[in-house]
C-alpha cells in the first residue's frame, strides 16, 4: 500500500539516487502518513492539503511561542533576523595593535575575557588600562584585588581615575566571586577585574591546614561561578576580566607544559583569551625603560583568533600608545622612516624613536592624526567610534549617526597637527 502511494520515494528501491532526488517537505510527508493512517487511498498529494499541514505546523508554532513569551517574558525566543542587531561595544585596551588583533577594535562588552601569562609580563597593566578607558567613557569600573597587591600610584600613571574605582580586597574566593556577582547584577557596572584567578583560595583551604590537600576544589569553585555569573554578565553588558596564571603540568613530554589555574572551565566560558609574554627589554642607552610585549589572541569568540600584537609597555606609564602609532605608521606606510629619522606629512618626529615618540606624546593632535588614518586604512575605526557611544543611539542605525561625531574632530585635529608642523 505505501508503495502505491508513494512509489519509488518510501519503497525498496530508495537508493542513493533517489535519496538525492527526494526533496519533499516535512509538511508533504506529515500528509501523507495522516491520510495513510485514515485508511484513504489517494493517488497523488494536492497542494491544497500540504498548504493546510504547513499552516497548522505555523499555528502550533505561533502558540508555542505565545505561550513562552508568556510564562517567560517577551523576547525569551526570537528570530534571529527579526530585529536589526547592534553592533559589538567594545572597550578599547589602550594598545592600538592589540585593538586590531582583537578584530573588533577592543575587548568585547557583555563577555568574559581571560589574560594570562608569566609573572611581569603586562596582564595587569592591560586590565588597568581597560579600566581607564572604561572611566573615560564615563562609565564605572570594579577592581576584586584578590592577590592585595594593587598599587594604587601605578594606577592612576596608567590613567585610572582611583577616586571613581570600586576596589575589593576579599578574603575567600566565595566571597570574592559573591562580590562579583552582585556588582554584575546591579546593572551599573561596565567592567569588573578580577586579579587573579589563582588567589581565588576556597574557604575550606583557608580554614584548613597547611598541608591539608584539597584537590580540585577550586576548579570546582570557578566551574559554579561562571554558570551562575554568564547570563547576568550579558543581560548587563558587564566584561568579567579574570587575570590568570601560568603552572606547569608535571610529566608532559610532548607539548608546552604551560597551564592556567582554575581548571578548564574559564577556558570555555571565556569569549577571549589573551596570552601576554615579554620578548624583549626595552633600554635608553644601558638603561632599561620597559619591556616589548607580545599577546597573542588564543581564543577569540568575536573574529578570526591567532593573532598577535606587539606594543611597548614602558615602567611607569605603561602601554605607550606614540610607540604603538609609530610602528603601525611605518607598516601601513604614513610614517616615514630613513634611518634614524621618522617623518610624518612632511615634518620630523624625531631621530629615533624615543625622540619620535616623545614628539608625539607633546603633540597629541599630531598623533590622533596617525591613529584617524591608521583606524580608517585597517577598517576598525567608525567601529570602534561607534560603539563608544551605545548610549546615545541604542537602537538607531549606528552607521548614520555615529561617524559623524569623529570625522569633524578628527580632521580638525589634523589641521591644526598640519599648522603646528609648519610653524
Known amino acids: 500500500m505505501i508503495e502505491r502511494m508513494f512509489g519509488k520515494l518510501a519503497g525498496p528501491a530508495a537508493t542513493s539516487s533517489n535519496r538525492a532526488g527526494a526533496k519533499v517537505s516535512v509538511a508533504r510527508r506529515n500528509v501523507a502518513l495522516d491520510i495513510a493512517s485514515s485508511g484513504r487511498e489517494p493517488t497523488h498529494l494536492n497542494e491544497k492539503d500540504i498548504s493546510m499541514a504547513a499552516n497548522d505546523r ?249 593573532r598577535v600584537a606587539d606594543f611597548d609597555l614602558l615602567y611607569g606609564q605603561g602601554i605607550s600608545r606614540e610607540g604603538g602609532l609609530i610602528d603601525l605608521g611605518v607598516e601601513h606606510g604614513f610614517v616615514r622612516k630613513s634611518g634614524a629619522w621618522y617623518t610624518y606629512d612632511g615634518d620630523q618626529l624625531g631621530q629615533g624613536k624615543e625622540n619620535a615618540r616623545n614628539f608625539l606624546k607633546a603633540n597629541p593632535d599630531l598623533a590622533d592624526g596617525i591613529e584617524k588614518k591608521i583606524k580608517e586604512k585597517l577598517g576598525i575605526g567608525p567601529k570602534v567610534d561607534k560603539e563608544a557611544e551605545p548610549a546615545a543611539a541604542p537602537g538607531a542605525a549606528p552607521e548614520l549617526s555615529a561617524p559623524a561625531p569623529v570625522k569633524a574632530p578628527a580632521a580638525k585635529r589634523g589641521a591644526k597637527a598640519a599648522k603646528a608642523g609648519d610653524s
Open 58 to 306: 505555523e499555528k502550533a508554532l505561533e502558540t508555542a511561542l505565545a505561550q513562552i513569551e508568556r510564562q517567560f517574558g517577551k523576547g525569551s525566543v526570537m528570530r534571529m533576523g527579526e530585529e536589526a542587531r547592534a553592533p559589538v561595544e567594545v572597550i578599547p585596551t589602550g594598545a592600538i595593535s592589540l585593538d586590531i588583533a582583537l578584530g573588533i577594535g577592543g575587548l568585547p562588552r557583555g563577555r568574559v575575557v581571560e589574560v594570562y601569562g608569566p609573572e611581569g609580563s603586562g596582564k595587569t597593566s592591560i586590565a588597568l588600562h581597560a579600566v581607564a578607558s572604561v572611566q573615560k567613557q564615563g562609565g564605572i569600573a570594579a577592581f576584586v584585588d584578590a592577590e592585595h597587591a594593587l598599587d594604587p600610584e601605578y594606577a592612576t600613571k596608567l590613567g585610572v581615575d582611583i577616586d571613581a574605582l570600586l576596589v575589593s580586597q576579599p578574603d575567600t574566593g566565595e566571597q570574592a566571586l559573591e562580590i562579583t556577582d552582585m556588582l554584575i547584577r546591579s546593572g551599573a557596572i561596565d567592567i569588573v577585574v578580577i586579579d587573579s584567578v589563582a588567589a581565588l583560595v576556597p574557604r575550606a583551604e583557608i580554614e584548613g591546614e597547611m598541608g591539608d590537600s584539597h584537590v580540585g576544589l577550586q576548579a570546582r569553585l570557578m566551574s559554579q561561578a561562571l554558570r551562575k555569573l554568564t547570563g547576568a554578565i550579558n543581560q548587563t553588558k558587564t566584561t568579567v576580566l579574570f587575570i590568570n596564571q601560568l603552572r606547569e603540568k608535571v610529566g608532559v613530554m610532548f607539548g608546552s607544559p604551560e597551564t592556567t589555574t582554575g581548571g578548564r572551565a574559564l577556558k570555555f566560558y571565556a569569549s577571549v583569551r589573551l596570552d601576554v609574554r615579554r620578548i624583549e627589554t626595552l633600554k635608553d642607552g644601558t638603561e632599561a625603560v620597559g619591556n616589548r610585549v607580545r599577546v597573542k589572541v588564543v581564543k577569540n569568540k568575536m573574529a578570526p583568533p591567532f
